[in-house]
């Protein structure tokens, strides 16, 4: 009898685990973040989903040559690029669906070298290189 407990246990538990791991979710990279491209019109036109595009991705951005700066007042929205992840599970919402958070955005506008970098809490406004701007467009 207690073969028969403890065996409906184990099932019960590795049925609970591989519901939570058949969670109903987008393409998303091994670490569970992607990065959509977004044209000014919102149609996405790209989505990076690999670890090692993302890291590339990120590099190339160059970021410690960025200088905060106001952002002109013409300035034209070329493209957004999204970065979402998912959200952590947490035992009581195993069943549910998991939810992808957008955590940040990236805009960058035609014909000038700004950006900016939104999260949900700060807008920041940067001046960035001329070829990483175009490379971004």
Do not use: H
Not at 3 to 8: C, E, H, L, P, Y
Not at 102 to 118: C, F, K, P, R, W
Request: proline fraction near 2%; include cysteine.
């Amino acid at each position: 009898m207690k073969k028969i407990i403890a065996f409906s246990l184990i099932n019960l538990c590795v049925g609970i685990l591989l519901v939570g791991c058949n969670v109903n979710e987008e393409e998303l990279s091994e670490s569970g973040q992607k990065i959509e491209v977004v044209s000014k019109e919102g149609t996405v036109e790209e989505v990076i989903i690999e670890d090692e595009e993302i890291v590339e991705f990120v590099n190339e951005l160059r970021i410690d040559e960025w200088i905060p700066e106001e952002i002109p007042n013409d300035a034209v929205v070329a493209k957004i690029y999204e970065m979402s992840s998912i959200d952590t599970v947490r035992l009581s919402e195993l069943f549910k669906d998991r939810d992808v958070s957008l955590n940040g955005q990236l805009v960058i506008y035609e014909d000038i070298s700004y950006a900016t970098l939104s999260t949900r809490f700060i807008n920041l406004y940067y001046k960035i290189p001329e070829d990483v701007a175009n490379s971004l467009r």
